[in-house]
C-alpha cells in the first residue's frame, strides 16, 4: 500500500481550511442571530411583565439586518491563521413609535408581545436544528475521508 503523495495531502488540507472556514461563517451568523434573539425574548418579556404597570413605555429590538450591517470581522494577521468570528454586535433597544396608549395608559401590545415571543423560540429551534444537521454532515464527511 502507498502513501499518498505530499501534493494530494496538501489539496486535502486546503478544501478542509475552506471547508472549517465557510463553517465558522454559518456558525457565526447563527451565533449572532441566537444571541439577537434572546435580547429580543428578554425585551418581549419585559413588554410583558409590565402590561398593567401605568406609563410603561413598550420597548423593542432593532431588525436583525441592522445588527448584521454593524458586525465587522476580525482581521487575519497571516494567511495561514484560521479566521475568527466577528466582534459581536448587541442590537439596540428602543421604545416601539407609533403605539397607543392601551387602557393601563401605557403603551404594551400584549397580542403583538406574545407574538413576538413566540416567534422568537420558533427561531432558535430553527437554530438548533441547522446546528444539529451541520454538525451531523461534518462527522459524516470526516468518517468517509
Given at each position: 500500500?502507498?502513501l499518498p503523495?505530499?501534493?494530494?495531502?496538501s489539496?486535502?488540507l486546503r478544501s478542509?481550511?475552506?471547508?472549517?472556514?465557510?463553517?465558522?461563517n454559518?456558525?457565526?451568523l447563527?451565533?449572532?442571530?441566537?444571541q439577537?434573539?434572546?435580547?429580543?425574548?428578554?425585551?418581549?418579556?419585559?413588554?410583558?411583565?409590565?402590561?398593567q404597570?401605568?406609563?410603561?413605555?413598550?420597548?423593542g429590538?432593532e431588525?436583525?439586518?441592522?445588527?448584521l450591517?454593524?458586525i465587522?470581522?476580525?482581521?487575519?494577521s497571516?494567511?495561514?491563521?484560521?479566521p475568527?468570528?466577528?466582534?459581536?454586535?448587541?442590537p439596540?433597544?428602543?421604545?416601539i413609535?407609533?403605539?397607543?396608549?392601551?387602557?393601563?395608559?401605557?403603551?404594551?401590545?400584549?397580542y403583538?408581545?406574545?407574538?413576538r415571543?413566540?416567534?422568537?423560540?420558533?427561531d432558535?429551534?430553527?437554530?438548533?436544528?441547522?446546528?444539529?444537521?451541520?454538525?451531523?454532515?461534518?462527522?459524516?464527511?470526516?468518517l468517509?475521508?
Open positions: 500500500m502507498s503523495s505530499f501534493d494530494i495531502f489539496a486535502f478542509l481550511r475552506r471547508i472549517i472556514k465557510e463553517m465558522s454559518i456558525f457565526n447563527l451565533f449572532q442571530k441566537s439577537y434573539l434572546d435580547v429580543s425574548s428578554s425585551v418581549e418579556t419585559q413588554n410583558i411583565a409590565n402590561i404597570r401605568p406609563g410603561y413605555q413598550a420597548q429590538v431588525p436583525f439586518d441592522n445588527v450591517g454593524r465587522k470581522p476580525m482581521t487575519i497571516h494567511p495561514k491563521h484560521m475568527l468570528p466577528a466582534v459581536s454586535n448587541m439596540r433597544i428602543m421604545p413609535p407609533g403605539q397607543t396608549s392601551t387602557l393601563s395608559s401605557n403603551s404594551v401590545n400584549l403583538r408581545s406574545l407574538n415571543f413566540s416567534q422568537n423560540q420558533y432558535q429551534g430553527g437554530i438548533v436544528n441547522i446546528l444539529q444537521s451541520l454538525g451531523q454532515t461534518f462527522r459524516k464527511a470526516l468517509r475521508s
